[in-house]
């Protein structure tokens, strides 16, 4: 698929996966999210996603927290080095090779989580 070819080698570049690289987006939309609803976003199970957000964690781009509201709840927020990687990934030749502006870019990855987020929200009612 064209969008691997294209993520694989600036993902190489920060150490991270696609579906990690995923994760640190839905992140940076909306910092200091529960492990559930960070679930919800990107699809997965807390069964999938609790290895992935460990090993981020250990990486230095996230930061697992409990809940100080409710314990049983973990929050899951970016560091800077997260920041920074997401920033690195979107300023490289990925954006370069859609052929579209850097704020073209942005707009358009605000526009698929916008699709995402309204076609959840259609097949839960």
């Known amino acids: 698929?064209?969008?691997g070819r294209v993520y694989k080698p600036v993902l190489d570049q920060v150490g991270l996966t696609y579906p990690q690289y995923i994760a640190i987006v839905a992140l940076w939309e909306e910092d200091n999210q529960t492990v559930s609803s960070l679930g919800d976003k990107l699809?997965?199970?807390?069964?999938?996603?609790?290895?992935?957000?460990k090993k981020l964690e250990a990486m230095g781009y996230v930061r697992r927290q409990r809940s100080a509201a409710d314990e049983r709840q973990v929050v899951v927020s970016?560091?800077?080095?997260?920041?920074r990687a997401r920033e690195k990934v979107s300023s490289t030749n990925l954006v370069k090779s859609t052929g579209l502006s850097a704020e073209?870019?942005?707009t358009m990855q605000r526009g698929v989580v916008?699709?995402?987020?309204?076609?959840?929200?259609?097949?839960?009612?």
């Not at 699809?43 to 609790?50: H, V």
């Not at 916008?114 to 009612?125: E, I, Q, V, Y």
């Open 43 to 53: 699809f997965l199970e807390s069964n999938t996603l609790t290895p992935m957000l």
């Open 78 to 83: 970016l560091t800077d080095a997260g920041r």
């Open 104 to 106: 073209d870019f942005r």
């Open 114 to 125: 916008a699709l995402r987020n309204n076609l959840m929200a259609a097949t839960d009612s």
């Open 1 to 3: 698929m064209a969008f």
